[in-house]
């Protein structure tokens, strides 16, 4: 079943948060009632993890969520679980993971055409630069093919250049994690989190060339 909203482009200068943890309506009308306007779920990377998050239990993105989120006038958006750090990326594996993020977006009702994010970051020193951006690459055509905009949020140990950011990987939607994270090369990002007291904010803006985040908004009346 298709979880009801619109996709369209994500207005500049609104307040989210990313969660691990599952969603219900009264958790999304607090946030909503805070001034959070978007939510990023997680899904799997495999099928081992198709219903739980392995790093600590807790459910991951389901129909469920999306309608609490969006019952609650908030926008919405899902984001894969990346591997614990050291891990070594291959074009393989990039298949594999787009594969499956796009098969558990599509479980959880998202429509065609929203975001769906790879979490790069915990990269293994020494890796090959052409393995981070082959996998990369297969990433975004695999979730491409599955019918969603592939974006990539770029946190620590990534050993990728600003300008290999932009120029060679194939995608048009950047998503900043906090702390000391490389800029990306003329495009610039369309989301900035902030982690307060372990709680992920993020805040949207038009990059560089005017593009924007790609989310499912709401049909629903915003919580007051």
């Not at 297969?138 to 974006?151: D, I, L, R, S």
Request: with cysteine.
């Amino acid at each position: 079943m298709q979880l009801p909203g619109t996709v369209v482009p994500a207005s500049p200068g609104l307040i989210g948060f990313d969660t691990t943890s599952s969603v219900n309506s009264a958790q999304a009308r607090t946030y909503a009632s805070k001034g959070y306007r978007f939510c990023i779920r997680y899904v799997s990377r495999d099928d081992s993890g198709r219903q739980y998050n392995q790093q600590n239990g807790t459910p991951d993105f389901s129909y469920d969520d999306g309608t609490a989120i969006l019952g609650a006038g908030m926008a919405l958006m899902v984001v894969q679980h990346c591997p614990l750090p050291g891990w070594k990326p291959s074009a393989a594996l990039g298949t594999t993971y787009g594969q499956n993020a796009a098969s558990y977006a599509s479980d959880g009702g998202l429509p065609a055409g929203v975001n769906v994010w790879l979490d790069l970051e915990g990269i293994a020193q020494g890796t090959a630069q052409d393995d981070i951006i082959g996998y990369c690459n297969a990433w975004f055509t695999a979730v491409k093919t599955g019918g969603y905009e592939p974006g990539v949020y770029i946190g620590f140990d990534v050993w990728l250049s600003p300008d290999q950011l932009y120029l060679n990987l194939r995608t048009s939607h950047y998503w900043r994690a906090g702390g000391n994270i490389p800029a990306i090369s003329h495009r610039g990002y369309q989301l900035i989190q902030h982690e307060q007291n372990g709680f992920d904010m993020n805040v949207t803006q038009n990059d560089d060339l005017n593009g924007a985040a790609l989310w499912l908004a709401s049909n629903a009346p915003l919580v007051a």
